[in-house]
């Protein structure tokens, strides 16, 4: 829970502008590793609060106990169906993991994305279901309203005012950059999200609450797909009942579990599809001749006679009724340019015709093609 501050007039510390300014321009963390890998291999749980961080309390239960057990049900999950997926968790236990480490855990792990688990409460007990958020600009107040409670977690942190640049949570002024932060990863994060809202919907039987995006700090600074869950409200008694029950946190972690099964299997058909398209355009790369031509002539000539006095090396192709010659040859019409130069002290004028395999085709089409596959 939180605690709503006055608006106020704030203003931004220079280094905490910078900062988010460089975000807004490259879409991830300056300090991101680019991924090597094209494939699936690597997935980071994040179990929200924890330790001192009690989260939403509900009626009996507190939100760390129940993303925690949900968290490892679905690491278990992926371990034994997934078997070729590593799994990384921010915390597996009951301790306190500031928000910027849970980062930094993401990003020094290098993964394919980035879960982080929740549960929500809110005044009206009525309301229930499931939500998932990516990283963006909230649209409503009611998704303003979440990420303040989620984000208020940095002010048990020590020196949170330095570690954040003076990000208030609790100031809807804080959240004014986020509507000018782009994520690099706002596409692959809205699929998982969606992905994991249908399996909440067909899997577990929740009320689908869609997909949503707030400026979340844990998210922020995720140098890859992340998402953030709210599997579902603490304040309602029966849903507060149901993530109590291992029968529910066991089809939430399903839930989420086949999303990420889901997700893996588009993104590695997706890698193969790339993959596979720069293969085939290695494969079907034009073949590009530039040649010197030095004569034509109406009728074939004899080896030994005429053009083939003067250049040892030529190739002659028929174009309407001519037979026209030339020699040397080049897949660089640089290259072949200086070697114009040469060719012409002796027939002074040839010049250059270009072929795609045995085609002619016009020179500008060459370089223009040769230019492209550069």
């Given at each position: 829970m939180f605690l709503l501050m006055k608006r106020r007039e704030k203003v931004y510390p220079i280094k905490f502008l910078l900062i988010l300014f460089i975000?807004?321009?490259?879409?991830?963390?300056?300090?991101?590793?680019?991924?090597?890998s094209t494939k699936f291999n690597t997935v980071v749980i994040d179990a929200g609060h924890g330790g001192k961080d009690p989260g939403a309390l509900g009626g009996n239960i507190h939100e760390k106990d129940v993303v925690l057990a949900i968290a490892l049900k679905?690491?278990?999950?992926?371990?034994?169906?997934?078997p070729d997926v590593k799994?990384?968790?921010?915390?597996?236990?009951?301790?306190?993991?500031?928000?910027?480490?849970?980062?930094?855990i993401a990003n020094k792990s290098d993964a394919d994305l980035f879960i982080s688990i929740h549960a929500n409460y809110i005044s009206d007990p009525r309301i229930h279901g499931v939500e998932t958020y990516a990283l963006g600009p909230a649209r409503s107040n009611e998704n303003l309203e979440v990420a303040k409670k989620e984000n208020s977690v940095i002010v048990m942190e020590d020196e949170y005012t330095t570690?954040?640049?003076?990000?208030?949570?609790?100031?809807a002024e804080s959240y004014i950059l986020f509507e000018y932060m782009?994520?690099?990863?706002?596409?692959?994060?809205?699929?998982?999200?969606?992905?994991?809202?249908?399996?909440?919907?067909?899997?577990?039987?929740?009320?689908?609450?869609?997909?949503?995006?707030?400026?979340?700090?844990?998210?922020?600074?995720?140098?890859?797909?992340?998402?953030?869950?709210?599997?579902?409200?603490?304040?309602?008694k029966a849903e507060e009942k149901y993530l109590m029950s291992d029968k529910g946190q066991t089809y939430i972690a399903s839930a989420i579990f086949r999303a990420i099964r889901d997700y893996k299997k588009?993104?590695?058909?997706?890698?193969?599809?790339?993959?596979?398209?720069?293969?085939?355009?290695?494969?079907?790369?034009?073949?590009?001749?530039?040649?010197?031509?030095?004569?034509s002539y109406r009728h074939m000539i004899?080896?030994?006679s005429g053009i083939y006095k003067k250049f040892k090396d030529i190739y002659f192709y028929k174009?309407?009724?001519?037979?026209?010659?030339?020699?040397?040859?080049?897949?660089?019409?640089?290259?072949?340019?200086?070697?114009?130069?040469?060719?012409?002290?002796?027939?002074?004028?040839?010049?250059?015709?270009?072929?795609?395999?045995?085609?002619?085709?016009?020179?500008?089409?060459?370089?223009?093609?040769?230019?492209?596959?550069?």
């Amino acid at each position: 829970m939180f605690l709503l501050m006055k608006r106020r007039e704030k203003v931004y510390p220079i280094k905490f502008l910078l900062i988010l300014f460089i975000s807004m321009i490259f879409g991830i963390n300056i300090n991101g590793q680019k991924k090597n890998s094209t494939k699936f291999n690597t997935v980071v749980i994040d179990a929200g609060h924890g330790g001192k961080d009690p989260g939403a309390l509900g009626g009996n239960i507190h939100e760390k106990d129940v993303v925690l057990a949900i968290a490892l049900k679905v690491g278990k999950y992926v371990n034994e169906y997934l078997p070729d997926v590593k799994v990384i968790y921010t915390r597996d236990k009951d301790e306190f993991i500031p928000l910027y480490k849970r980062a930094e855990i993401a990003n020094k792990s290098d993964a394919d994305l980035f879960i982080s688990i929740h549960a929500n409460y809110i005044s009206d007990p009525r309301i229930h279901g499931v939500e998932t958020y990516a990283l963006g600009p909230a649209r409503s107040n009611e998704n303003l309203e979440v990420a303040k409670k989620e984000n208020s977690v940095i002010v048990m942190e020590d020196e949170y005012t330095t570690k954040y640049e003076g990000f208030d949570p609790n100031s809807a002024e804080s959240y004014i950059l986020f509507e000018y932060m782009q994520s690099t990863y706002v596409e692959q994060s809205t699929l998982m999200a969606s992905l994991l809202q249908k399996q909440f919907h067909d899997r577990a039987g929740r009320k689908d609450r869609g997909v949503k995006q707030a400026g979340f700090l844990v998210l922020r600074n995720i140098t890859h797909p992340s998402v953030l869950v709210e599997v579902g409200f603490l304040s309602n008694k029966a849903e507060e009942k149901y993530l109590m029950s291992d029968k529910g946190q066991t089809y939430i972690a399903s839930a989420i579990f086949r999303a990420i099964r889901d997700y893996k299997k588009q993104y590695d058909e997706k890698s193969t599809e790339v993959k596979t398209a720069k293969k085939e355009k290695v494969e079907k790369k034009p073949d590009i001749t530039y040649r010197i031509q030095v004569a034509s002539y109406r009728h074939m000539i004899k080896k030994g006679s005429g053009i083939y006095k003067k250049f040892k090396d030529i190739y002659f192709y028929k174009e309407g009724n001519r037979y026209k010659y030339t020699t040397l040859s080049s897949s660089d019409y640089f290259d072949i340019t200086n070697k114009l130069r040469q060719v012409q002290k002796k027939a002074p004028g040839s010049f250059i015709v270009a072929f795609e395999g045995d085609k002619k085709i016009p020179v500008s089409d060459a370089i223009k093609i040769t230019n492209t596959e550069k």
